[in-house]
């Protein structure tokens, strides 16, 4: 599956948790390049598990693209 690159407004409108591939998106990296980035040791952001699956937090996102202001108080 293809996926764009997440708008500004889109990585905003995010839940606080996400998988690897909205991640992913938000940085502009397909699925696969994230996969390989995070078994690289390498995704700009803290990557954890919940049970078998990884997910990301948003605010994380958010810091590593210098959006922090974005972030409701």
Do not use: C, W, Y
Not at 36 to 59: D, M, Y
Request: zero cysteines; aromatic letters at 4%.
């Amino acid at each position: 599956m293809l996926r764009h690159a997440l708008t500004r407004d889109e990585i905003l409108a995010l839940p606080a948790v996400v998988d690897v591939p909205t991640a992913g998106a938000a940085f502009g990296s397909s699925p696969a390049a994230s996969r390989n980035q995070i078994k690289a040791g390498t995704f700009p952001v803290p990557v954890f598990k919940v049970g078998r699956l990884q997910r990301v937090s948003t605010e994380e996102i958010l810091k590593v693209l210098g959006m922090t202001d974005a972030i409701a108080a």
